[in-house]
């Protein structure tokens, strides 16, 4: 599933590997009345109330833009052996059919961007071929926030076993065609790296200013219920209070510039710009692509 848009020079295209569902126990702080006081915002395409279950779309933002295909974030991948993520594990989805239905050739992506390093983000870096991981992607070079790295390295401080398999089948492989990037990177005259971290230790926006300007967020924001409670954090954070705090800095900067929001895993349109409203965010207008 793809659709298209523009973003002043660039073009997005939204790229869905799968759709699932998780409890909204995930959002611990925020109170179950909260997720029907902001129906009109959720329901349907981000909460289904029946169920008590919020939507999330696995999915990758190719940008064309200065020249370059650029995919941030790869998905989940096939073949994953994923005890920790149950959701997860063993997948077989038809991603390498969207992409080639979006008119994006492996051999033909130049960079790779993966905002964190978490399973879901990180997938598609590598494919399995005759018993082997081998990059999906073969001319890419492949970007990745350097305190991920040290962070989720065999070697590193993280105690997450589950990501030491993901180190080995989606990073490791991949290694000749990695670069790693810390602080502010610029990666072409329309495209910036910066630190966000929180979710993450090395998580990482991407800012886009192509006379349009937007910000790839990764997992700043999980669920729009987000943007009207911006404290409230998702139990995937490593570190709630400094991803709750970078949460209002980008939102407040994206709302300031009228920058589109771009979260790795919003259904419906997959983004909005938006605006601040006291310390919180509403929705100004979607992103023009096909609800998911």
Not at 101 to 106: I, K, T
Not at 241 to 268: K, S, W
Request: proline residues 7%.
């Amino acid at each position: 599933m793809t659709g298209t848009t523009a973003l002043g020079r660039a073009s997005l295209t939204r790229v869905v590997e799968l759709r699932v569902q998780m409890t909204t126990s995930l959002f611990g702080q925020t109170p179950a009345q909260a997720w029907a006081d902001h129906a009109d915002l959720l329901e349907p395409l981000f909460w289904d109330r029946a169920a008590d279950q919020w939507k999330i779309a696995m999915q990758t933002w190719v940008l064309r833009v200065d020249g370059l295909t650029v995919l941030v974030d790869t998905g989940v991948g096939n073949d994953r052996h994923r005890p920790h993520f149950a959701p997860l594990h063993q997948l077989q989805t038809g991603y390498l059919d969207a992409l080639a239905d979006a008119g994006v050739a492996p051999e033909a992506v130049d960079v790779v961007i993966n905002t964190h390093l978490h399973t879901d983000h990180v997938g598609w870096n590598t494919r399995l071929v005759d018993g082997e991981w081998v990059p999906t992607f073969p001319n890419a070079r492949y970007l990745m926030p350097e305190q991920d790295y040290r962070h989720f390295a065999p070697d590193g401080d993280s105690t997450n076993e589950g990501m030491r398999i993901v180190f080995s089948d989606s990073v490791l492989p991949v290694a000749d065609q990695t670069e790693l990037y810390s602080g502010d990177h610029q990666l072409s005259e329309s495209l910036w790296l910066l630190p966000a971290a929180g979710h993450t230790p090395g998580s990482s926006v991407v800012w886009l200013d192509a006379e349009a300007p937007a910000v790839f967020v990764g997992d700043l924001t999980h669920c729009p219920i987000q943007l009207v409670r911006p404290d409230d954090p998702c139990a995937f954070d490593e570190d709630p209070a400094a991803a709750a705090r970078t949460r209002h800095r980008v939102l407040t900067e994206a709302a300031r510039r009228r920058a589109a929001v771009i979260p790795a895993h919003y259904p419906g349109r997959g983004g909005a710009r938006i605006t601040a409203d006291d310390d919180a965010f509403a929705v100004d207008d979607w992103l023009d692509l096909p609800a998911i």
